[in-house]
């Protein structure tokens, strides 16, 4: 069983900057992988990032590539989402989800076992 939590979200202008973090819980955290999602008003949730177990693969969304990036830190059991050049169409609630890492690709909302409540992103204009 894992907890997730995710913090660091809140209003940010468009083009700036914010880091997400998801603090996870147990001893297993690092034979898990985990990813990033949103959902915003009205739409469906949609698959941002995601990252293996070891931390040296990571996969990006095409909306994200290149302006997000997805790390971790295995010894304090925290996933992180640093966001640049936001924009007020990255606004959503942005939630983090774990599973067991068989060494694929994870980019589907079924694939994942465990999630976090949500931390909320708003981008002005």
């Known amino acids: 069983q894992v907890q997730l939590v995710e913090s660091g979200g809140g209003l940010v202008q468009a083009g700036g900057s914010l880091r997400l973090s998801c603090a996870a819980s147990?001893?297993?955290?690092?034979?898990?992988?985990m990813g990033w999602f949103r959902q915003a008003p009205g739409k469906e949730r949609e698959f941002v990032a995601g990252?293996?177990?070891?931390?040296?693969?990571?996969y990006y969304a095409d909306s994200v590539r290149g302006r997000f990036t997805i790390s971790r830190d295995n010894a304090k059991n925290t996933v992180y989402l640093q966001m640049n050049s936001l924009t007020p169409e990255d606004t959503a609630v942005y939630s983090c989800?774990?599973?067991?890492?068989?060494?694929?690709?994870?980019?589907?909302?079924?694939?994942?076992?465990?999630w976090g409540q949500g931390t909320q992103v708003t981008v002005s204009s």
């Open positions: 990252i293996r177990r070891s931390g040296g693969r990571t």
């Open positions: 989800a774990a599973r067991s890492d068989y060494y694929s690709v994870y980019e589907r909302l079924y694939e994942f076992d465990y």
């Open positions: 147990g001893r297993t955290f690092s034979s898990y992988a």
